[in-house]
């Protein structure tokens, strides 16, 4: 992890850079796999536990393209097809090994329309990463080329050069296209739709833009500029934006169509409905979804005490209910909102975790303390129905269960109380039921994820849908490629 | 952006403002409620019912009561203004059907949001007996436009200074005990208060009786579940599953103390907000 300083790092890739570049001999193959994975710099962990600036600063120009030579360019690259939306990833490589960001970029952009955005949340480590040869030449996932960090290296590069041009727009068709939800899913269809002269309007219930990029991901993981920026590419585009408008709500979806002329509609409302655990005390002050939590800190900017109108809720002692990521931004974030002490409370291990490694490892150089093996039985309360502490069990490793993980097992008798005055249940989301609830003829599925087939489309025509309201709570990444899916089915449908 | 087209003061701490939503006065229907924000960086997000709407002018009506930093602001807005964030309709609409004798109680600013209730259960050919109660006559408002509406209309005041000396619950005990006024349904809004009692009055008679439940909320949309309660040891969330409940089975005593997770912030905000207004007033002094 990145206990060096950024001046230490500097030194040493200049070190390295000099002996790949500057060299008479070309590099070998054995020498490319010996070059050691560049370190990504971060800010020091005692100050950026009180900030909410991004932690990870992003490779330098030399950094990346030492990393860069790390990749063998495989024949048969298996981090193209483990990639989502199939990045041309050993050909942008190549382009910032030979110092040419600008067709990096390009390559990119044929197939991923939010590189900055991808290249900082996507669990890389489970995707393009996961069977990357120099990985498996040096036995450890944590030694793949950084694929995620080279891909933010080029996109954060285009947006300081400040030359980011808009995809071209095909000329009008006069088909309109209503697209629902601004998140990752939907802003992949806007453009994509888009860019073949559709008119294209993304409506959105919050009065920003980005879904979950804007009020779950923290800024200290994705800063909002850079979805700001992505954005504004689709204004420029013509995309049109209707904030404040909850479709089911303000408008029926049938009625887009009927009364509002749209031929095709987009279909992308995520997973956004808290789960809890069903213990007791669960409704006492101080108990929070992850989603309220992270929507008043990040949306409605809480921590910014001095302007926000937003309260918080001032801990002193914080558990976090779960092992996703979500669990890691609620636990950082109750760090950087004033808490003491912040527990990951999780039944199973470590490396059953779901969260990032990378996010697990921040959380714990910030201060995060993990108790594994734990569970919440029942929350207590005071008299003022606040919460006055957190009634615990242990577990032990049991058998493993259908998915081949060792269950958790309850230890009879273990329970211990753990001194809380707040908790924060991250256990998971389940899909939106809004648009589904006041469209009776849309065909859900008992989980209430809309049912789609091969091309997206959902039990009525012309409309289609992507993301979490079809996969429940999975990934950005995986949101946007089912987006890319839905655009090009939508596309087609609007052919004739 | 919501245009204010008009605006004018009720009583001391209450306002009234028609504001330009074209969209939901199309899809409104009694019981649900908008949210609003004075400010679309920081502000923060309020709900409010939606106490009537004018087709022609594309308008809904707010009413509401100046109780913190927000409803401060929002009072401070006049007709020309816009209003940066207003989105709705939220919530499920109230169920409305024939039920015979209705009793409609309304305490304070629960009025406003009783009002298109009653309308629409005065319209589905109900007997509606209105109740209104205030600390005082000062804060009684829509007496007229529940005359209008209401078979029978009983005022009172905490202090006796307009109509009865006395809290709504003592005539709506009295309409329950006896078996010709005895009502098929109950909907009572006003402080959660008075809607606990109001459900603790009906009970031994067996009337139902619907409150509608004014918890935080956050998004209004079901993703957050701040404003959620217990209603017959089920959670519900109260921007999506009401805000209608059966007042018989909610658990008010942990809304109440639910309500009052940020007091304390509350009270700094809007003494902020005070010592802003003073400031100001001393500079414009100054010019």
Known sequence: ?496 | MAKILHKEQLSADVYLMRVHAPLIVEERKAGQFIILQTDEEFGERIPLTIADANEEEGSITLIFQVVGKTTTELSQFNVGDDLPVLVGPLGKPTHIENFGKVVCVGGGIGVAPLHPIAQALKAAGNEVTTIIGARNKDLIILEKEMKAIADNLIICTDDGSYGRKDLVTAPLKELCENEATKPNMVIAIGPPIMMKFCSLTTKPYGVFTQVSLNTIMVDGTGMCGGCRVNVGNHVKFVCVDGPEFDGHLVDFDNMMARLSSYKGLETEALHKCNVDKEFEAKLEEKK
């Open chain 1, 1 to 496: 992890m990145s206990h060096l300083s950024q001046a230490e790092i500097n030194e040493q890739v200049k070190m390295l850079f000099d002996q790949i570049f500057n060299r008479e001999k070309p590099i070998t193959k054995k020498e490319q796999l010996a070059i050691p994975p560049q370190m990504m710099p971060a800010q020091d962990e005692k100050i950026r536990s009180h900030n909410l600036e991004e932690v990870a600063l992003g490779y330098s120009a030399e950094q990346a393209r030492v990393e860069a030579m790390r990749c063998i360019q495989c024949a048969k690259p298996a981090c193209i097809s483990d990639c989502p939306v199939e990045i041309n990833i050993p050909g942008f490589i190549k382009h910032i090994a030979d110092n040419d960001f600008q067709s990096a970029i390009d390559v990119i952009k044929e197939t991923s329309l939010l590189p900055s955005i991808c290249g900082r949340v996507c669990p890389q480590e489970t995707q393009c990463q996961l069977n990357c040869a120099t990985g498996k030449f040096n036995k450890s996932v944590d030694k793949a080329v950084a694929i995620g960090r080279l891909e933010r290296f080029v996109a954060d590069w285009e947006r300081e050069q400040g030359t980011i041009t808009p995809p071209e727009v095909k000329p009008e068709t006069g088909k309109k296209v209503a697209i629902v939800g601004s998140g990752p899913a939907g802003l992949v269809v806007a453009a994509d739709v888009r860019r073949e002269g559709h008119d294209v309007t993304l409506f959105e219930a919050f009065h920003k833009l980005g879904g979950v990029m804007r009020y779950g991901i923290p800024e200290f993981r994705l800063p909002n500029d850079i979805i700001d920026q992505e954005v504004s590419t689709l204004e420029k585009m013509g995309v049109k934006f209707q904030k404040n408008f909850v479709v089911g709500r303000t408008r029926k979806l049938l009625d887009l169509m009927k009364k509002d002329g749209f031929d095709s509609i987009f279909i992308g409302t995520g997973a956004g409905l808290p789960m809890f655990m069903g213990i007791e005390g669960e409704n006492l002050v101080g108990v929070f979804s992850a989603n309220e939590y992270l929507t008043r800190a990040n949306l409605m900017k809480a921590y910014d005490e001095t302007n926000s109108d937003t309260p918080f809720f001032h801990s002193k002692n914080v558990a976090v209910l779960g092992g996703g990521n979500v669990a890691m931004d609620s636990a950082r974030m109750a760090l950087r909102l004033g808490a003491e002490n912040v527990y990951v409370v999780y039944r199973r291990t470590e490396v059953e975790m779901p969260a990032r490694v990378e996010e697990v490892e921040h959380a714990k150089e910030e201060g995060v303390q993990f108790l594994f093996l734990q569970n919440a039985k029942s929350i207590k309360g005071n008299d003022k129905s606040r919460v006055s502490g957190m009634e615990c069990l242990r577990y032990e490793l049991g058998e493993p269960d259908s998915s081949g993980r060792r269950r958790p097992v309850v230890i009879e008798g273990s329970e211990f109380m753990l001194d809380v005055d707040t908790v924060i249940v991250a256990i998971g989301n389940g899909s939106n039921p809004l648009v589904s609830q006041t469209t009776p003829e849309l065909a859900v599925n008992k989980w209430g994820n809309l049912i789609v087939d091969k091309k997206m489309k959902t039990s009525i025509d012309g409309i289609y849908a992507g993301g979490d309201i079809v996969l429940g709570a999975a990934t950005v990444i995986l949101a946007m490629g089912e987006g890319r899916k839905a655009a090009a089915a939508i596309n087609e449908y609007l052919q004739d």
